[in-house]
C-alpha cells in the first residue's frame, strides 16, 4: 500500500499535482483483467441494463450500442429485445425543471415495468448523469426507488469520467486540468446557474444537495483501499450490508478500479441486494462489461455508409472550452459562419427574423462548403433580462428551439454529409426534434480518448446513414471541433 495521502476537506481542499497525488494511492489492477467475468455474469444475470441519461452525452465512453429518443412501451419493447445487454434512453432531463424531470423518471420506469412483462425480461437502471456533478439529484433517483416496484438498498455514486480526466479519490470529486487535479466544488461547473454546489467531497456533497436529508456521516464510502487492496470478495460484503436507500460513494480512478467494484457489485446483487446507479459515463461501461470503444476514423465512417455533401455544425454551448473550439473551427478553410443573437431570439418581435437570416443562409451555403451555425458568446442569464419573468432553463430552451428550427428547414435535397451539436442540451434538442431521431446506433467516438460519440442515423430517417456527432460542451482542446470537422470532411470526401 503507498504512503497516505491527505488533503483537506470542505472548503479546504485545494488543488494537487495529478502525478504525485496519485502516486500516493494504493497500487491497483490494470484495466481489463476481469472485463470477460463481467460479461459472462452479466450475460447470467439475464437483466438489461437501461442507462436513463439526462442529456445525450452519456453514451461517450461506450459503442455499438442502441439508444432511443423517447419511451413508448412499444418501443421499450425493442430496446429490451436487442442483442446489446445495455441501451440507452435519452431523457434530456437536465434541460427540466426538476418536478417535470422526476416525473419522467416516474413514468419511464412505469413504462418499462410494463414492456419488461410483455418480454419476459427484467432491468436495472442507470440514472446517468454529469460527470462534474450537474443535474436532478436527489429528485431523480428518489423517483426512481419510489417508483420501481422492488426496494432499493442503497444509491450508488460514481460520477467518474476517465477519459475527460474526472476521477474520486478520498471521496473528493476531481477534475483534471492540465497537470493538477482540481477539486470540483472550484471549477466552473460548480457555478452553474442551474445545478450549482460548493462541496468537492462527495459525502459533504450529497448531504448539500440532500439539504442534510442524508447526512454525510450517514453515506457508505468504497475507497480505493477498499477497491485495491482488497478486490471483489471484500466490496461484495461491505454492498450486503447498506440498506434504507443509503449513497454509497466509489472512488476510482481508472477502469480497473470500477472493474473491481462492478465485480463486487455483481455479487452482491446475486445475493439479492438491489441498487439504483447514479453514474458518469464510465460507470455505464463498466457495468455493461463493454469494450473498449475504437475511435471512428474517415475509412471506418465511410464503411458505415457515410453519404457525400457538406456538413453543419449547431454550436449553443456558451462555456469558454466551446468559446476557444468554436473560434478555431471559423479560421478553418471553406466554411461559412452565422451567429445568432441570443437576446434577438429573446425579443417576440425580432426572434423569428433571427432565424429567417439563419436558415436563408444555410440553405444557400450547404451546396458548396461546410456551416457553422453558432450562439452569440455574451452569457444571457434570466437575472439580466428587463422581464424578470423567465428563469436560466427558459433562455436555454429559446436557444435550443431556435437552432431546432433551423436544423428542421434545412433543405433536404442538399445531400447532408454530417451534423455536429456542440452542447448537452444543444444535441438532445437538435437530434430528437431537428433530425426527428427515434432510434439510433451508438457506433462509437470520434476523437480520442473517447470523448466525442457518434450515433448513425437509421434508413428511414430524412438523412440516412447520417453521422450525428454529439459533441459536450465542457470537453476537448482548443481544435478539438476543427479536427471533427476535418476528419468528417475527409470521410465524406
Keep these: 500500500m503507498g504512503e497516505e495521502f491527505v488533503v483537506g476537506s470542505g472548503e479546504g481542499i485545494e488543488p494537487v499535482d495529478a502525478a504525485e497525488y496519485l502516486r500516493a494511492q494504493p497500487s491497483g489492477r490494470r484495466e481489463g483483467e476481469f ?77 418499462l415495468a410494463e414492456a419488461a412483462e410483455d418480454v419476459g425480461k427484467g432491468f436495472i437502471i442507470i440514472s446517468r448523469s454529469d460527470s462534474t456533478l450537474r443535474g436532478h439529484y436527489p429528485a431523480e433517483t428518489d423517483a426512481l ?9 442503497g444509491v450508488i455514486l460514481c460520477p467518474c469520467f476517465f477519459e475527460a480526466g474526472r476521477i474520486t479519490v478520498n471521496d473528493i470529486h476531481w477534475v483534471r486540468q492540465g497537470d493538477q487535479l482540481i477539486p470540483a466544488g472550484l471549477t466552473e461547473f460548480a457555478s452553474d446557474h442551474s445545478f450549482g454546489f460548493a462541496s468537492s467531497d462527495l459525502k ?10 442524508v447526512p454525510a456521516s450517514d453515506v457508505v464510502s468504497i475507497s480505493l483501499s477498499d477497491i485495491r487492496d482488497g478486490g471483489p470478495d471484500p466490496i461484495s460484503e461491505l454492498l450486503v450490508g447498506v440498506e434504507g436507500g443509503l449513497p ?29 446507479y447514479r453514474t458518469g459515463p464510465s460507470f455505464a461501461r463498466a457495468r455493461g462489461g463493454i469494450t473498449p470503444p475504437s475511435i ?7 464503411r458505415r455508409g457515410m453519404p457525400g455533401g457538406h456538413g453543419l455544425i449547431l454550436v449553443g454551448s456558451y462555456v469558454p472550452t466551446t468559446t476557444e473550439q468554436l473560434r478555431q473551427a471559423l479560421a478553418l478553410d471553406d466554411v461559412e459562419s452565422f451567429e445568432i443573437s441570443v437576446r434577438r431570439l429573446l425579443e417576440p418581435a425580432a426572434r423569428q ?32 433580462l428587463a422581464d424578470g419573468e423567465r428563469s436560466n432553463l427558459d433562455v436555454g430552451s429559446a436557444v435550443s428551439d431556435a437552432l431546432v428550427e433551423i ?67 465542457n470537453v476537448g482542446g482548443p481544435d478539438s471541433l476543427a479536427r471533427a470537422i476535418e476528419i468528417l470532411r475527409e470521410a465524406a470526401r
Design 407 to 473: 436544423m428542421r428547414r434545412v433543405d433536404r435535397s442538399l445531400g447532408l454529409s454530417f451534423v455536429i451539436a456542440k452542447g448537452g442540451i444543444t444535441s438532445s434538442e437538435v437530434g430528437t426534434r431537428g433530425l426527428g431521431v427515434k432510434r439510433a446506433h451508438v457506433a462509437g467516438p470520434l476523437l480520442p480518448p473517447g470523448i466525442v460519440p457518434v450515433w448513425m442515423l437509421p434508413e428511414d430517417n430524412d438523412f440516412p446513414g447520417l453521422p450525428y456527432v454529439i459533441f459536450p460542451g
Design 248 to 276: 454509497v460513494v466509489v472512488n476510482a480512478e481508472h477502469y480497473g478500479d470500477l472493474e473491481v467494484f462492478v465485480l463486487g457489485l455483481l455479487d452482491a446483487e446475486a445475493a439479492g441486494k438491489r441498487f439504483i
Design 296 to 302: 471512428l476514423g474517415p475509412e471506418e465512417l465511410r
Design 204 to 213: 459533504e456533497w450529497i448531504a448539500e444537495k440532500t439539504g442534510g436529508r
Design 35 to 111: 472485463l470477460r467475468e463481467i460479461r459472462d455474469q452479466v450475460a447470467a444475470d439475464g437483466r438489461k441494463i437501461v442507462v436513463l441519461d439526462d442529456d445525450p452525452t452519456g453514451v461517450q465512453s461506450v459503442h455499438d450500442v442502441p439508444v432511443l429518443a423517447d419511451w413508448p412501451v412499444e418501443e421499450l419493447r425493442w430496446g429490451l429485445s436487442q442483442r446489446s445487454p445495455t441501451f440507452f434512453i435519452l431523457t434530456n432531463s437536465r434541460a427540466l425543471p426538476e418536478d417535470r424531470a422526476a416525473e419522467m423518471n416516474r413514468e419511464i420506469v412505469r413504462a
Design 353 to 384: 427574423a433571427e432565424i429567417e437570416r439563419a436558415v436563408s443562409g444555410v440553405n444557400r451555403a450547404l451546396r458548396s462548403r461546410e456551416v457553422i451555425v453558432y450562439t452569440s458568446r455574451d452569457l444571457v442569464t434570466a437575472d439580466s
Design 145 to 153: 426507488a419510489e417508483t420501481l416496484e422492488e426496494k432499493i438498498d
